[in-house]
């Protein structure tokens, strides 16, 4: 750290950023890699509602943005200190760097989540899906009987019941509502 000593002022506290900012940025890294860096050291204990959550996965005051913005700030000005001699023309510079280091986190997180797929099951989405019948459907609303629905990649077992005449095993028919209970409208094909 005696090399500090000889510095103009602004370029040590560029310095004294920068090298514990450094240190907390590659123990993050190593953190994500081992898959224990994702939850920003917020740990919460109650019940909710998370679903909306996922669709608003990039928080602007965070922990790991402020690391983001210190490292491309803290570096920037280091690396431009001879080659921009005036102090606020660098710490202009070196800030816009530091947002740009946010958005650039903000872009790689966005097309990281387009990679990932929800394949959560849910009944309205079977709505006009073509089915399989596997035991068959009593007709006239008067029982259930089985049908296979592929929807995401998976094959659900579901019961159904029909509103005109029996459909035997084998057929082929189309969801047309959901009535309580998750019970199954279809109609043959």
Known sequence: MEFLSA????????WYIAIPVSLIFCIQ????FIGS???DGLEADFDGDLDVAGEA??????FRNLI????GFSWTGISF??????????ILVSLIVGFGFIYFFFIIIRQIQKLGEDNTFRAEKTINQIADVYLS????MQGKGKIMVSLNGSVRELDAMTEHKKIETNATV???KIESGNIFIVEKL
Do not use: V
Request: proline share 12%; hydrophobic share 45%; aromatic share 10%.
């Open 7 to 14: 510095l103009p002022p602004e370029l040590k506290l560029f």
């Open 29 to 32: 890294t190593i953190l994500t």
């Open 37 to 39: 860096g994702g939850s």
């Open 57 to 62: 996965p990039f928080q602007l005051f965070s």
């Open 68 to 71: 983001n913005f210190l490292l």
């Open 81 to 90: 200190a001879k080659l921009i001699p005036n102090t606020s023309l660098l």
């Open 137 to 140: 459907i009593p007709g006239n």
């Open 174 to 176: 189309r969801i047309k």
